[in-house]
Every structure is written in C-alpha cells, then in structure tokens.
C-alpha cells in the first residue's frame, strides 16, 4: 500500500521532473475504481490509465520502466513509428521486461498527434495497463483550438481478464446477455408474421449463428480517463473556446458510438494523422482507434460526452462544462443492433455475392439450402456505408438524425507518401469459429503460422476479407496503414483498420521499417485466441539485424 | 508444466545458434506463440431429486477439462445416490481425449468406470459431442464393455431463453443395448431414457444456476422385465431442486 501511494506521488510529479525527453514509468498493481466495483488491475505511475506522455516533435525520448509486478511486462507505443527493437513486443521486438527489472527505450519522436501506450504482455493491457500518449508537432497545426483534454476510453470487465479468456473458451455467449428470447420471438411474429419468422430463426439455427452476437464481452462499465459514468470525467471550458478533444479508444473489445448531443464535432484527425475536417453528430472509434475532434460550445452550459457501446450493452459518460459539478443530461442506450444475413456475407460456403454487389439490398435470386432469405427479416431504414455489407444491421445512425462519420469521409490532410502503384497483393482473409471462439488469418491461428514476409522498399496492398460475423480493429505494427477510400492519394493513413463483417477493406503499406513487427486483430480476446501474425521485412538499411531474425525464426519460438 | 518444458525446449534448441544472433535478438517468453491452454469444471446438474415413490436421490453430471484447441483431457462424472439406501444406484466416471473433427464436432474416446453398488464394469468409449443445427447440443457415445457387450448413449440438450437470464432446458438421455448383460440389469434393445425439463435462473454470471425441474426415467423390453423381476419399478417421476455450476 505504502509503495503504491509512493509510486503515486512520484505519478503526480511526473510532469515536473520529466524534461528533456528522459521520462520515468514504473509498473504498478493498482486499485480501478469503476463507481460500479473496484477491481485490482495494473497500472503506470500508481494509476490506471497511466500519465499522459507529452513529447515534441524532433525529440529524441529515453523513457525508464520499472517493472514493479511478480511477472514480466513490456509497454508498445501504440502507433508510433520507431526502430522495431524499441516497439515493445516481447518475443517479436524484444525479450520483455522481467519481474524488478528496469528497460530503457529510446527512440526518435518522428511524428505528431495523438496516440497510446500499453502493456504487449498477457492481458495486463486489459487489467489497466495503458495510457495516452500526446505528441506536439514541430510546426503548426492547420486547426486552431483553445484547450485541450486527452478523452480516452475502455471498456473495464469485474472480471480479471484471464478468466474473461477462460469463459469464452468454455462457453463462447458467457457473456451475451442479449440473445433473442421466446418474447422476441413472438414479438416478430407479430411483426413480420409467423411464417417470416420462423425462416428466420431457422436460417440462423441451421447456420448455429446468432444475430445478438455483436458483443462478445458485455458487463463492463465504460471509463472515460479511468472514470466510470457515475463519477463522471469533467473537462472545463469558457463559453465560445475551441476544445480539442483527443479520442482514444483503449478497450479490450468494445466500439463506441460517440455524440456530445447539443454539438457538433469537427474531426481533424484520425489515429494520429491530420485529415481534412469533417464535422459531424457522432461517430463510431474502433478498439485502438484515435479520433480528434474539436467542439466549440457556445454558452455556459454542461455538456455530455456520451459513448455508447456498438452492441449497447455498456456506455461511458463524461462531461464539458464551465465549472466542476455541473451536469447535462445523460440519454438513453438505444436499442441493440442485430446482424442480419448481410454481415454473413462472407461465410465460406455461402453465396451471398448478389446480396453485396445489389445496391437495393433486394435478395431476390439467393438460393442458401432452399431458404428462401427474401421472406427474411431485413433492418428496415436503409442506412448504408460503404464500409458495412449492403443491408448490415451494424450501420451506425446518429441519435439525432444527422451526420454519421464515415470511413469514406475521411480524406488525408497531407499526403505521408508518394502515391504510386503496391507492387503486390495480400489477401488476409479474417477467420474464425465462434462456437469455439477460435479466431485465425487464413485459417491460421499464430501458433501454427509462419512470419508474413514483407520486402523492404515494396508498397504492399493488403485485402482484408472479413469471413466472420465479428468487426476485427487490425493494427499492422511499425508501419503506417493507408486506408483505401478511393481518395488515391488523400487516402487516410491509419494505424488500425476497421474490417466490418462481411466486407472486404483494402489498405496499402508501403514498407519502410526493417526489422519484425506485430499484426494483430486490437480485440484482446482475438488475438490471444490466434489472430495474430508476425511480420518480417527482410532487407533494408538494418541488414544486419534482419539477417538475425531469419536465424531466430528457424531456431527460437518466437 | 507443459508450457515450462516447451519453453526449455525452444531454449534448448536457439542455444546452438546464439553466436550468430547477437545479444538483442528477442526470445518469446510471453507464452503467446503456445496453444492456449485452458481448464474448466461444470457441473449440468448437481441436484436432489424426489420421485412420486417418495425415493429420495442426489444427482450429479459433471465434467472437468484441459486442454487446447486440438486436444483436450476430459474427466467426465455422473452419479446417482439414493439417500435412503445410502448406495449408489449409479457412479459413472469417464476418462477421455477429445480432438475437433469439424467446426461444430468433436470426436472422443477413452474409458468409463463403473462403480455402483453391485456388478462393476468397464467399458471403452468412442463419441462424438457437439452442437447440431439449430442449437441442440448434442453428444452420442459407443460403449463396449470389459464382457464384450456394446451399447450406445445418445444425449441431447435444447434451451428456451424465457429472458436472457431465466432459461429452460430440456434434455433427453436415451441408452440403447446391442447385446444382453444380465448381471447389470441390462436387456438387449432399448434400455431406458431420462428426460428432464428444468427451468433456471443465472444467479452469478453463469456460474451459478439454480433451477427447479421435472425428471423421468423409464426402463425398456427386457431391461424393465429385469427390473420388475427384482422387484424395481420401471418408470419414475421426479421432482428436482438443484444448480448448474461452473468455473
């Protein structure tokens, strides 16, 4: 106890002593108070979310961690561009931290924005171990704001998040309390007819697939910077400033639909790269997303920053106001979405081509083991985004009516690199098996796969096609992730890719960082369960170290 | 353990190509590139039962595993005690592997023990277990005994989501004998069935799960008429208190 109010005095100096780019980090067991329960975790400094990390710039940083824990850490800087040795993954980076001992990194800040930090070791990264990382550029910024807050999210389970592993493995809908039930069932005969729906729980059976699974871990309280909704995170402001509010989306599992009702936002970056603004009502950030969005509340009232989960089973609440206390309202979860046959689109085995391809979502001339899915019951509205399957039930609309930020608006500020043509094509397709929530690239889990290799020098296109019925945040380490918008050079560049089920997403990497790197679905549950990949660039100026690593391939587990 | 000697393992072998490596390559201690391994214990029934004969019996169907994705040890229980009698008109153990053989299947074999008041037996085991279309869990084994005789099991299991925590299951447990072991009781051809209906409520998580539920036995062809002979009824209802548990 003594040494965790230690570490956390020594937390509050941090920002004091920490000039000059020397920063100092210990590993902490931690107590999380959600407001819902308290639950032991880990945490930075004595605090879980750890400090916020404020570089330059141009800088070059020496960050010391201290590995107070019985068991070995390591802590990834979430989007950062560095030398591989310095990106925290133990196994793949470098051999991790032992119990008491202490690792520096070092490393050239390269780049601007917003970005995160966490531990790359077991699950500790789900228990609390993450923190936000804020990085000045050396110019100007082509956005002006007033003040800043860092609003950074998670999803906090009571369960510790082996046990959360150990569940899913047992009984893959442990948590999902949203199945549909006998009343449901009732209640679309009494919509849709008898008939309609007795297809359609048959179409879904005769698959062993549900339409309720959008959320696999339910039961959390949503944190807004280590706050739960009752607690409420309270950012201040004065009437008429511009805020500048740094998104960051540290769950284990959960998306969330994000709106402050009475403003609009303007994004003006997406996973710590300027895009050209875009204002809108709400939008959805992916697990290990960063929005940044600037709001500009006009008088002297309590504004709520709402996030609620994709599924709506959890939310996290915060607010902006003019002084401590005050409170706006807090809206109500919105109904769950449910998947529809659209987000089965790209089962194996299934033809559902014309249904994606079909811009009216008609499903006429499908044949699916003589079901006939025209009688299904298919979300009304017709929302769509290029970025869900034609008739997906997980398109986002905003509570108000208005804007919905989309994948395809997004549109770089400036262009990171030359546009020019990926000299190959690689298909990852998403797989899994939710029965035995076993989940894979190709088919793949990490255990049974080879190093992906990647040849210095060489733009490679990535074609990610999502076979399963879950969303899966890929983050490719090391090096930057363009999105394919079809803006060809205004393409977002991006550090995790949102691959929505059903679809297929490309981005293109061009590849300018020796060494071996992570490539992982961020759902903390799916990469532990296999989708997972290790990336090897052979070549390049560190030649050397390369050459090492194809000798630890063949000779070590790594 | 395992992950210990693999670990020792994957030292053992890198040992030789240290020199070439240099002192910063990475070694993967994170357990991250083993299978998963993982544990559980559930128990689908752990109850008293009543019957309408006033036979006072506590039950339990059980199973602790461990294992990866590929392959799991299954340790697998049921038991039946008549409190009255204080014997076990029942007491099955089930040592088994288990290895996926398709997406929704796994196949199963091993042995079962059983030890009940009277004759034991031993038998070899071969399954399959997994979830059917249209969510019926289901799981269907071939017994041959340690006296040459053979009989299969066929177990399936349906649940009725009244809300998501209020659940009632229903489950059907039918044996069926291919050749007569007088000694135990057992006739060729159908031997009994137990069917159960049984109606819970998720207490904690799904770890706890009390339920209250119906139960009946029957008996079949000969297996009833030795029955009958003994002076044992053939058919039983019950009324059963009890909880689904696991962890």
Redesign the interface.
């Known amino acids: 106890m003594k040494k965790a109010l230690m570490a956390g005095a020594l937390g509050l100096l941090m920002p004091v002593i920490a000039a000059a780019g020397e920063y100092n980090i210990t590993v902490d067991r931690v107590m999380i108070d959600t407001g819902d329960f308290v639950k032991e975790g880990i945490g930075y400094n004595g605090a879980s979310p750890g400090p916020v990390l404020r570089f330059k710039e141009g800088e070059t940083v020496t960050i010391n961690v201290t590995n107070n824990l019985d068991e070995p850490t390591s802590i990834h800087w979430h989007g950062l561009i560095l030398p591989y040795q310095q990106d925290g993954v133990p196994g793949i980076s470098f051999d991790g931290i032992p119990a008491g001992e202490t690792f520096t990194y070092e490393f050239p800040i390269v780049q601007s924005g917003t970005y995160w930090y966490h531990s790359h070791s077991g699950f500790q990264e789900p228990n609390g171990a993450y923190g936000a990382i804020v990085i000045e550029p050396e110019g100007r910024e082509p956005f002006r704001y007033d003040r800043e807050y860092v609003v950074q999210l998670t999803d906090k389970h009571p369960h510790d998040a082996n046990r959360v592993m150990r569940n899913l493995k047992m009984m893959p809908d442990y948590y999902n309390r949203q199945q549909q039930t006998v009343g449901d069932f009732f209640a679309d005969i009494s919509k849709h007819g008898f008939m309609t729906t007795l297809q359609d729980r048959l179409a879904w059976g005769d698959m062993r697939m549900m339409k309720a699974d959008v959320e696999d871990v339910q039961g959390f309280t949503g944190l807004i910077n280590g706050k739960g909704p009752e607690q409420n995170w309270t950012g201040l402001f004065e009437p008429g400033e511009r805020i500048r509010l740094r998104f960051i989306n540290s769950s284990a599992m959960a998306y969330f639909d994000i709106r402050i009702p009475g403003l609009e936002m303007t994004v003006v970056q997406a996973d710590g790269n300027n895009v050209q603004p875009v204002t809108v009502d709400e939008f959805r950030i992916g697990v290990a997303e960063t929005y940044d969005v600037i709001v500009r509340p006009k008088i002297a009232e309590a504004y709520t920053i709402f996030a609620e989960s994709m599924g709506r089973s959890g939310y996290a609440r915060a607010t902006l106001a003019p002084e401590e206390g005050m409170e706006g309202p807090v809206p109500e979860l919105r109904e769950a979405p449910l998947l529809t046959m659209a987000d089965m689109g790209g089962m194996p085995g299934m033809d559902h081509g014309d249904m994606t391809a079909d811009a009216s979502g008609s499903m006429e001339g499908m044949d699916h083991s003589g079901m006939d899915h025209g009688a299904m019951i298919m979300v009304e509205g017709g929302a769509s985004d290029p970025f869900y399957a034609e008739g997906s039930g997980l398109v986002p609309v905003a509570a108000n009516g208005g804007k919905f930020l989309s994948y395809a608006d997004l549109r770089a500020q400036n262009p990171l690199y030359e546009e020019r043509e990926p000299t190959r094509e690689i298909e990852l397709r998403l797989t899994g098996n939710m029965e035995r929530y076993s989940w894979s690239i190709n088919g793949v889990k990490y255990e049974d796969a080879e190093p992906l290799k990647l040849q210095y020098g060489e733009r490679v296109r990535f074609k990610f096609v999502n076979e399963t019925m879950m969303t899966h945040p890929m983050h490719l380490h090391g090096m930057w992730s363009i999105l394919d918008v079809g803006a060809g050079e205004w393409n977002p560049v991006k550090h995790v890719i949102s691959v929505q089920p059903g679809t297929t997403v490309y981005m293109e990497t061009e590849v300018d960082a020796p060494g071996q790197w992570a490539f992982h679905c961020h759902l903390s549950y799916h990469a532990a369960s296999g989708m997972f990949r290790k990336v090897v660039v052979e070549g390049g100026p560190d030649q050397g170290n390369t050459a090492g690593v194809e000798v630890a391939k063949d000779g070590g587990d790594t | 353990m395992r992950n210990l000697t693999?670990?020792v393992f994957?030292v053992a072998?890198?040992l030789?190509?240290l020199p070439?490596?240099?002192s910063?390559?990475?070694?993967?201690?994170?357990?991250?590139?083993?299978?998963?391994t993982?544990?559980?214990v559930?128990f689908e029934e752990l109850e008293y039962r009543y019957s309408d004969d006033d036979e006072e019996v506590g039950v339990w169907n059980g199973d602790a595993f461990y294992g990866t994705?590929e392959l799991k040890f299954r340790w697998q229980s049921k038991g039946e005690y008549a409190i009255a009698e204080q014997a076990y008109e029942k007491l099955e153990n089930q040592l088994l592997l288990q290895t996926?053989v398709s997406?929704?299947f796994d196949a199963k074999a091993g042995i079962r023990i059983d030890t009940p008041e009277g004759p034991d037996r031993t038998y070899g085991v071969l399954g399959m277990t997994g979830?059917a279309?249209?969510?019926f869990e289901v799981d269907a084994s071939l017994y041959v005994s340690d006296e040459g005789d053979t009989s299969a099991e066929f177990d399936a299991e349906y649940e009725?989501?009244?809300?998501?925590?209020l659940i009632l299951s229903a489950a059907l447990d039918a044996t069926v004998a291919f050749s007569e072991d007088r000694e135990i009781g057992v006739g060729k051809g159908l031997v009994s069935t137990e069917t159960g209906l049984r109606l819970s409520y998720d207490l904690i998580?799904?770890s706890f799960s009390p339920y209250l539920g119906v139960v009946h036995e029957r008996k079949y062809g000969d297996t009833a008429d030795f029955a009958e002979a003994e002076g044992g009824g053939t058919e039983d209802w019950f009324a059963v208190i009890g909880a689904r548990v696991?962890f």
């Open positions: 693999l670990s994957a072998l890198t030789p190509s070439a490596l240099g910063d390559m990475p070694r993967d201690d994170s357990g991250r590139k083993d299978a998963l993982l544990w559980g559930q994705d996926p997406d929704f979830l279309p249209h969510w009725l989501l009244f809300t998501n925590h998580d799904r696991s």
